[in-house]
Nanobody, 125 residues
């Protein structure tokens, strides 16, 4: 299984980025997908998740609600994270993850079986 994240970069506050995560080696449509992030000196933090079933229900951490949108294209085995109105506190390495997770554990890193390599997002003030 391989998850390849891309799309990170340097952007000014208020700007936008779209992250992509291409998956291979798994039945993509059968997995919930998520984005986590980790800033220097901090623990890995849940950002957003999209279920494999139930019409692709989405979940977000409160700090990104209304600014970030997670989506998936099962035909392309890809999950996206559209990030708008970026803030300096969004600066982190962003990781995509795949797992057969329960709703109750969707924000828990240990619930996910597979991880991408991470992509750096830096937001300047």
């Amino acid at each position: 299984v391989q998850l390849q994240a891309s799309g990170g970069g340097l952007v000014q506050a208020g700007g936008s980025l779209r992250l992509s995560c291409a998956a291979s080696g798994l039945t993509f449509s059968s997995y919930s997908m998520a984005w986590f992030r980790q800033a220097p000196g901090k623990e890995r933090e849940f950002v957003a998740a999209i279920r494999w079933s139930g019409g692709g229900t989405t979940y977000y951490v409160d700090s990104v609600k209304g600014r970030f949108t997670i989506s998936r294209d099962n035909a392309k085995n890809t999950v996206y994270l559209q990030m708008n109105s970026l803030k300096p506190e969004d600066t982190a390495v962003y990781y995509c993850a795949a797992g057969r997770v329960l709703t109750s554990t969707r924000s828990t890193p240990k619930a996910y079986n597979y991880w991408g390599q991470g992509t750096q997002v830096t937001v300047s003030s």
